[in-house]
């Protein structure tokens, strides 16, 4: 099947109602007139039913008039093929302006006995140590499991990034792929997709410190939120800075999106399902947070915005309009000749780990690479 910018497949993902879309990737939508805005972006970011389009007006130019392909993209951080799959591959909910109760998220991914294979690309070609690996792994928010690809039966092993929310229930994660594949996934060479049915607010956190702690935090020594893009540059920044890590939660959001970090201060900071909602109130998870900023009770917080060092990642941090929470940017520096950073990249410059090159990666990571499918768990594991 041809990937077309000009296919039938794109007119047809183009024809579905963006509302549907959005409300699919957990977006918590607001009615205003005739039409919505994103409560994590509320007043700047547009979606109009008539016009089927979105635009995010803090943005810039490139992010007015986008369709239903553009959203997912920007809120997954995917390709346009797997945006396509998205939309058309997936029975999105209907949204509804008093919304039905989504399907709950299942998990049915077959992991593996060990994390091995995994660990060797960590190692390999991202350059983390065993310590890191190990400390995420403690915290259970990764395994290594086999993806099948339902159009076609192709099978590759895959590391999961595990979202949970406050019980400890899995609702959620993101799927990276360990092989290179460049003929399969032509924009990044490996699989990167979050799991079917995901709550679009959770992300994949882990704590340094108690939630005791947390709740003990003074102006002085404020509760801290470090905000990363993906996981392994929120796994990389950890084993550049983890002595001067504490009384912190660390969140990959897959992706950009503000309400995950309400979301997770709202999380780190209560105790149980219970007090959260009491805490909370009328307010979602996703708008917490800017209630909180109003009322100023944010002064024993800090927020840490380590995204990519790119225009969208910088572009993200100025956008968030908290005036009276502490929020500063971290960002990887830019090396010579470079106009994007991130906290991975860095790590092994900090290493002198070079990147291995696109032709080295299909022989050395791929060698499967003219198979019609990656090999079994139980072949994996011999």
Known sequence: MKWSKDSELKKLAKSKRI???????????????????????????????????????SQGEEMRGCDTIALVQLIKDCSFKEALQFILGTEAAVFH?????????????????NFDLARKYLKEERGLSNDTIDFFLRHKV????????????????????????????MIGGARQGIFYNKHRHPKKGRLKRTLFRSDGTSGTWVDIGTKQQFKR???????????????????SYYELHKERLNNCRLVAMHGINQAVISRNVLEALCLNEQEMNRVKG?????????????????????????TDNDSAGRKFFNAINLPHTKVIPHFAPLHEGNLKADWNEQLMVIKGIQKTNEEELTKKISPEIGKTKFPSIAELEL
Request: hydrophobic residues 40%.
């Open 142 to 169: 990764m395994a290594l499991a086999t993806n099948k690809d339902y159009n076609d039966g192709f099978t590759e092993p895959v590391i999961v990034f595990k979202n949970f929310d406050i019980n400890g229930k």
């Open 217 to 235: 935090s003074t102006p002085e020594k404020p509760f801290k939120l470090y905000v990363f893009e993906a996981p392994i540059d929120m796994m």
């Open 282 to 306: 009328s307010e979602t998870a996703s708008s917490f947070l800017n209630k909180l900023d109003e009322l100023q009770y944010t002064q024993s917080l800090k927020i840490i915005i380590a």
């Open 19 to 57: 509302v549907d879309v959005a409300y699919a990737l957990g977006m918590d939508l607001v009615k205003i007139g005739r039409n919505y805005t994103w409560k994590a972006h509320e007043g700047s970011f547009i979606i109009s039913p008539e016009k089927n389009i979105f635009s995010w007006f």
């Open 97 to 113: 302006e008093n919304p039905q109760p989504k399907k709950d998220f299942e998990y049915h991914l077959p992991e593996h006995s």
